[in-house]
């Protein structure tokens, strides 16, 4: 009796706050409704039909205040009436709570929450169509009950605020719109991304949580804030951190990528210039070399160029695109070690004789087209997939400047685990065994080799140097990848750093080698022809 004793007042005075009795009690009747389907999740379809009924009865819902304030205890309402010199407005729990009537104790113990909307809130549409008056309405869930999604994505709290402004789509402000979620937990493990539900991106549901257009702070430790660029549902997903990167080690391993990757690159432009300064048809294992610097170049660029447009002002298109072609620099490069590797097998199988028509076109076709169509399949499917993409930094326990456990750093990279699982580490991951088959391989024939009289020992310890320096230059360091647990992190960490930043130049000095041993071998040969030449004259 006493929770509907308090239910039965908190309607009363929505109905004399709201100076419109009948409507006012159709919108609570709807929440009331809402709040007591307990089942909502085994009918998925009715989720839609009572949010988007709820939001059409708040905008037309007839009242004389500036706002109205109807509570339920897992659900709020609120209408506001606006016009078109809106100064902003700021919203928070407390503030919100202090005006509504009186909930039982369970609804009292909130978790606090807040809102703040721009005065570019309203300015677009007000130079539209310039209209008398306005209407805000925020919707405050504190179940996710109407929220399902494919992944069963955990949310902070179970808290899901939301906004829209009459019937417009307000996207793409300049002045972000803050919402805010205090939590009394510690965050240590998780990271947390602001989201928002995007309608229709799901099959099996009404839609599927999203990262576009909002970012992610932590001005506290028991404060998650999150910008956003749009009105919708907004949330914080919380998802499980696998060893998280230590927040000292952030600036070392910046600044190792920053030089080991300024000097690939210049590295690579060195190899390509030089490359084509010869101005003579090279073979096809110098094609081949070519293709895999030209990869290099491009990994390192969208890698240095990654962080960068990952800021908060940079379009989430942009970055969006930059994760689809860092991603398609990644498999380029991984494609083009596997050829190498098939293409040293070609080499000691045919002993050195191979000849394939158009090999090195062909090899193009699966270097480059292979990766872009897998890209391509992504972006078409779901391009979601790519886009800001949240480093969790494990915070010093010893230093007070830290303001949270967990703190976020952002690249322009692939979000789904999914696809970072099969396309990342899967692709690498195999393509790293194949390269280390193929080593142990090629070493045990030219062992072999070196065994018969056929070949001279100096002829078979260079070859096998010539196999294992090869080998190891394209992708036996990529291995490390697979150490980034325990007490090999910290090692891994900065080893895999080291090697695979400086990868284009290690292949510059492949380059300068195979050139001058070439220019040697020439050498030798004309000076043996002259002196053919010389003998036959006498």
Known sequence: MGRHAALLLCLCLVTAQSEAEGTAQEVYSLMYKMNMKKAITDSPESAPMLVHSLEQRLLNVTFNADRLILPLESIQALAFNLNCSFPGLALSSDTLSSGAPKQPQQARAKIRHAMQFPKELTQRTCRLRSPSRLRLICIYFSTDRFFQSDNKSLLLHNYVLGAQLDNESVNDLREPINISFWHNESLEGYVTTCVFWKEGA???????????????????????????????????????????????LLAPLTYISLVGCSISIVASLLTVLLYFLTRKKGDSLTNIH??????????????????????????????????????????????????EGFNLYLLLVRVYNIYIRRYVLKLCVVGWGVPAFLVLLLLAIKSSVYGRHTIVLSGNQGDSRNVTGSQNTSICWVQSPGVHGAL?????????????????????????????????????????????????????????????????LLPQLFLFTILNSLYGFFLFLWFCFQRCRSEAVAAAEGEMEAFSSSQMMQ
Not at 300 to 322: K, M
Not at 429 to 439: E, H, P, Q, R
Not at 441 to 455: G, T
Not at 456 to 476: F, H, Q, Y
């Open 424 to 488: 990342v580490i899967g692709y690498g991951g195999l393509t790293s065994l194949f390269n280390l088959v193929v080593l142990v391989w090629a070493l045990r024939v030219l062992r072999r080799m070196k065994a018969q009289e056929k070949a001279p020992g100096s002829r078979a310890c260079k070859d096998t140097v010539t196999v294992l320096g090869l080998t190891i230059l394209l992708g036996t360091t990529w291995t490390l990848a697979f150490f980034s647990f325990g007490v090999f």
């Open 202 to 248: 799901s099959k099996r549901y009404w839609g599927a949580w999203s990262p576009e257009g909002c970012r992610t702070e932590h001005p506290s430790d028991s404060q998650v804030l999150c910008r956003c660029n749009h009105l919708s549902y907004f949330a914080v997903l919380m998802q499980l951190s696998q060893d998280p990167l230590p927040a000292e």
């Open 290 to 339: 070519m293709n895999l610097h030209a990869s290099v170049l491009l990994l390192n660029v969208t890698f240095l160029l990654s962080p960068i447009l990952a800021v908060p002002s940079a379009p989430g298109s942009a970055c969006r695109a930059l994760a689809a072609t860092l991603h398609y620099a990644l498999l380029s490069c991984l494609t083009w070690m596997a050829i």
